[in-house]
């Protein structure tokens, strides 16, 4: 019985004595981890941040420049023409005096004059 108990105890202590021996690995050091990181962020920078803020930037600009008579297309795929234009919201007429409100995020992209007749 008491044999069973030592042996338990040298094998619950030899991961402390590998750890303990001289010339055991080492992980990276500092500076390789603050490296690292920043490369992390760099790409995380140029992939992920930078090109979403250039579309917000895009849509927005679009939205600011919505006026009557353009022609636009809508989140759902609705296309129309702009009669009214509010401070949030647009109305766009989608059919011979058929129109909805609609706010002007919703608006995804300005269709080139005449490409409604041209449907």
């Keep these: 019985m008491l044999d069973k108990r030592i042996f338990a105890a040298i094998l619950a202590l030899l991961p402390t004595f590998a750890l303990a021996q001289e010339g055991a690995p080492q992980g990276p050091s500092a500076m390789m981890q603050i490296l690292f990181l920043g490369g992390f962020v760099l790409i995380f920078y140029f ?25 636009v297309l809508i989140n759902g795929g609705v296309a129309g023409k702009i009669v009214r234009v509010k401070d949030d919201f647009i109305v766009v007429e989608i059919s011979d005096n058929v129109e909805i409100k609609v706010q002007k995020a919703a608006v995804t992209t300005a269709l080139p004059k005449g490409t409604l007749k041209d449907i």
């Design 47 to 71: 992939l992920v941040w930078r090109p979403q803020s250039k579309r917000a930037k895009e849509h927005r600009e679009l939205v600011g420049g919505l006026g009557k008579g353009d022609e």
